[in-house]
C-alpha cells in the first residue's frame, strides 16, 4: 500500500510541486490548503481536502481520515515587506497556526514533520556562504516567525518524540519543466519575486521592473542572491522525509545552489533567455533587503545526497519563462 503524505499548502507554489514529486516517488498525496493564495487549478496530484490551519476540527478531520506517514508544512504567507506593516497577520498565521498543526500531529501520532522555513532566519550574514550553523537573527516578523516554529520543533521533538526536518530554502524559482505538462508554476499575488517580474516586464507591451539599490558594495551595485528550482526543493523534501523515515534524527537543511547573481546579471540572463528587452527602473534601497544572501547546502548534498538537477541560472529562468508565457496566454484569454 502507498504510504500517504499530508501536503498542508499544497496548492501553492512550492507545494504543488512538491506534491508532484511524492506522486511520483509512489506516494499517496493529500493535500490540504484553504485557498487563501494558492490555486486550486494546482491540485493536479492526489487528493484535497479544503481547510485552515486555525480550524483544529478541520485538522483532525484530515489526520484522522488516513494513515498518515508525514507532513510537509508549506502554508504561510510570504510577503516580507507585507509582515513589517501587519506583523499580526504573519504571527497568527505563520507561528499560531503552525502551533496547531503540530499539537494535531502529536495528538494523532504522527511521526514525520518537515518544514518549509527560510534563509530570513539567519538576517544579515556574518559571513557567505551561510551555513546551517550561522547565527540566526531575523530582521523582520516573517523570518522571525519562522525561526520560532523552528524552535518549537526542537520543543516537540524533545517533548514528544516529532521527527522533524527543517528545509531553509534561498530564493525558489522556476516552474515543473514544460515537457511534464505538469501546468504549476510560480504564481503569487503581488508577485514580489524577481525572475517572474523581471519576466513580465520583458512580456507585456511597456513593462518595466523595478530594481532596489544600485549602490551596494557588490560587483555592480545591486543585491547578490542564490536561486534554487523549485523541482529541485521538491526532490530535497523527498529525499528529507525518507532520511526521517530511516530513524536520522532532525536537523535542519539549507536548499540554495551556493552560488550568487546580482540582480543586475539576472536581468542579463532574462534578456538572452528571453531574446527580448527588459526595462529596469532604478530605486533606492528597500529597508531590510540583505546586500547578499549565499547558501551552502552541503549538508543536504552529504546526507540526503540531494543533488539539484537545475543548478543553471538559465536554466531556471528558462522553465520560469516556459511558463510565464503559459499564464500569461491563458490570463490574457
Ligand atoms: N517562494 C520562496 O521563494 C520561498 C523562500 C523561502 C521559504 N518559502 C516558504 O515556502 C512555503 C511555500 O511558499 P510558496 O511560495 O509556495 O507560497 P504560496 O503562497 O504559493 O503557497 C502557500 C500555500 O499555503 C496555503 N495557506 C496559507 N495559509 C494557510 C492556512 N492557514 N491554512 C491552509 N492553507 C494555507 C495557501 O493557500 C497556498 O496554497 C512558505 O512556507 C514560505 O514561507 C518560500
Not at 507554489?13 to 516517488?25: F, K, N, T, V
Not at 516537540?156 to 519543466?177: D, H, K
Not at 521592473?209 to 529541485?232: P, Q
Not at 537545475?310 to 516556459?322: E, M, N, P, Q
Request: hydrophobic letters at 40%; charged letters at 25%.
Amino acid at each position: 500500500m502507498k504510504k500517504c503524505v499530508l501536503v498542508v499548502g499544497g496548492a501553492g507554489y512550492i507545494g504543488s510541486h512538491a506534491a508532484m514529486a511524492l506522486d511520483a516517488a509512489g506516494y499517496d498525496v493529500l493535500v490540504f490548503d484553504n485557498l487563501s493564495t494558492g490555486h486550486a487549478e494546482f491540485l493536479r496530484f492526489g487528493r484535497f481536502v479544503e481547510g485552515d490551519l486555525a480550524d483544529r476540527a478541520a485538522l483532525d478531520r484530515v489526520l484522522t481520515g488516513g494513515d498518515i506517514h508525514a507532513v510537509m508544512h508549506f502554508a504561510a504567507f510570504i510577503n516580507v515587506g507585507e509582515s513589517t506593516s501587519d506583523p499580526g497577520k504573519y504571527y497568527r498565521n505563520n507561528l499560531a497556526s503552525t502551533l496547531n498543526l503540530l499539537e494535531a500531529v502529536r495528538d494523532h501520532g504522527v511521526d514525520n514533520f518537515i518544514f518549509s522555513s527560510t534563509c530570513a532566519t539567519y538576517g544579515t550574514p556574518l559571513s557567505l556562504p551561510l551555513r546551517e550553523d550561522h547565527p540566526q537573527n531575523p530582521i523582520n516578523p516573517y523570518g522571525r516567525a519562522k525561526l520560532a516554529v523552528e524552535w518549537m520543533l526542537r520543543d516537540f521533538a524533545s517533548a514528544y518524540g516529532l521527527r522533524y526536518c527543517i528545509m531553509r530554502y534561498f530564493n525558489a524559482a522556476g516552474a515543473a519543466p514544460a515537457s511534464l505538462d505538469a501546468r504549476i508554476g510560480e504564481r503569487h499575488d503581488p508577485e514580489t519575486h524577481l525572475i517572474p517580474l523581471l519576466l513580465r516586464a520583458a512580456l507585456r507591451p511597456g513593462g518595466e521592473a523595478e530594481i532596489f539599490g544600485t549602490d551596494y558594495a557588490t560587483r555592480d551595485g545591486t543585491c547578490i542572491r542564490d536561486y534554487i528550482h523549485v523541482c529541485d526543493l521538491a526532490d530535497a523534501h523527498v529525499l528529507a522525509m525518507e532520511r526521517l523515515a530511516a530513524g536520522e534524527p532532525g536537523t535542519a537543511f539549507n536548499l540554495g545552489n551556493g552560488r550568487g547573481f546580482s540582480v543586475l546579471e539576472l536581468v542579463g540572463c532574462v534578456r538572452e533567455v528571453t531574446g527580448l528587452p527588459v526595462r529596469v527602473r532604478h530605486s533606492p534601497r528597500r529597508p531590510g533587503d540583505a546586500e547578499a544572501l549565499i547558501g551552502d547546502a552541503s549538508r543536504a548534498v552529504s546526507e540526503l545526497g540531494w543533488k539539484p538537477k537545475f543548478a543553471d541560472l538559465k536554466a531556471i529562468v528558462r522553465s520560469a519563462y516556459d511558463w510565464e508565457k503559459q499564464l500569461q496566454s491563458r490570463t490574457s484569454t
